[in-house]
């Protein structure tokens, strides 16, 4: 067992064993924000959920379906200072094409900055933000499979530094409904700038190969899942130069057990759901992100960072929910979101005036 994980790592992706570190070395890194408050509270980057979430086709092209028709769906988040993110996105199913369709803006702004010269004397202000406009569309090609992609265009605009991206996500999803059975991979972030923010200066855009499970317990209203990030390389543990050196034997690095097990982890996001009532109109979530918890806990200091929870409901036609994701022991966030399906209000119409 301890061989074969890495050999799937190695057979999916490229293992760039030799940069371990990934924050901070692309661009666009707002695309894998979290798009709704419900994935937030499943630990950032949920992509099993088949239902009639629309945010999730944000993530996961492929669980877009005719149940989502006519949904919209308002989603923000409040970060660190001054800090906002969210998403904003319409479902529209096509019975001629049985193909259902996304539309879709990512956008995140970074407040207000002080303009200063060397001297530190404050010169003016200026604003920071970025944005993606997404269109998606799936379809299924077999009973329990489904295939899906979107198409994100990029802006980003930070002071007088511009520029454009285009990428891709394509996804699959393999379901057994009647067992409450999800499988499914995303590549996410195919694509690359289109325009630099400074001539001859092109950077990478941030790929990411994920893939996840999840299951429908028979007997409790609960879904547990599973999903494993950055599958594109196996080695996600940072180089501290400050840390002891390594003992080396022959001339190679040693590699703790402690240390395989870390980076094992890292890789795999651990949720749960539970569903309430007949209608399942109440929710509970929480999950656990080691990744999260390595990356941004203080040593020798305990917090909670790495987990993340909420709660959903859902009142006559509108559902609500709540996600708070804990990174930091400097701060948490909030996220909110809303969503309702402009054809239920059709039918309210149409049934009044059978009356």
Do not use: C
């Not at 259902?100 to 010269?117: A, K, P, R, V």
């Not at 998606?136 to 007088?160: C, F, M, P, T």
């Not at 400050?242 to 890292?266: I, Y």
């Amino acid at each position: 067992m301890n061989k074969i994980i890495p050999i799937l790592f190695l057979i999916t992706g490229l293992s760039n064993t030799a940069n371990a570190q990934i924050g901070g070395s692309k661009v666009y890194e707002f695309l894998n924000l979290p798009a709704s408050a419900r994935i937030t509270a499943l630990g950032g980057k949920h992509i099993t959920v088949r239902d009639d979430d629309l945010a999730f086709a944000f993530a996961n092209p492929a669980v877009l379906s005719d149940s989502m028709h006519q949904q919209i769906t308002f989603n923000h988040s409040f970060h660190l200072s001054d800090i906002g993110q969210g998403y904003a996105g319409f479902g529209n199913h096509s019975k001629k094409l049985n193909t259902t369709f996304l539309f879709g803006l990512q956008y995140i702004n970074y407040g207000d900055f002080s303009e200063t010269d060397e001297f530190g004397n404050i010169n003016g202000t200026f604003k920071a933000g970025e944005y993606a406009l997404t269109v998606g569309a799936a379809r299924s090609i077999y009973e329990r499979l489904d295939v899906g992609a979107n198409v994100k265009i990029i802006s980003s605009q930070l002071e007088s530094y511009n520029s454009f991206g285009l990428a891709t996500d394509l996804s699959a999803i393999y379901h057994i409904d009647e067992k409450g059975f999800v499988a499914t991979m995303v590549f996410r972030n195919i694509g690359g700038q289109l325009a630099t923010y400074r001539d001859g200066n092109k950077e990478d855009i941030p790929f990411e190969l994920l893939f996840g499970i999840s299951k429908r317990l028979k007997y409790l209203p609960f879904r547990f899942s599973i999903t494993a990030q950055h599958l594109e390389r196996w080695n996600l543990l940072y180089d501290n130069p400050n840390s002891e050196e390594n003992t080396f034997f022959l001339g190679q690095e040693t590699v703790t057990s402690n240390e395989w097990v870390d980076n094992l982890f890292r890789h795999f996001i651990f949720s749960g759901e539970f569903l309430f009532g007949k209608k399942e109109n109440f929710r509970l979530r929480f999950a656990y992100n080691h990744f999260r918890k390595k990356e941004l806990s203080v040593r020798n200091l305990r917090s909670l960072a790495g987990f993340s929870g909420g709660i959903g409901m859902k009142i006559k036609r509108f559902r609500f929910a709540y996600g708070l994701g804990v990174y930091h022991l400097g701060g948490s966030v909030s996220h909110f979101s809303i969503a309702t399906n402009l054809s239920e209000f059709g039918k309210r119409k149409r049934a009044a005036k059978g009356n």
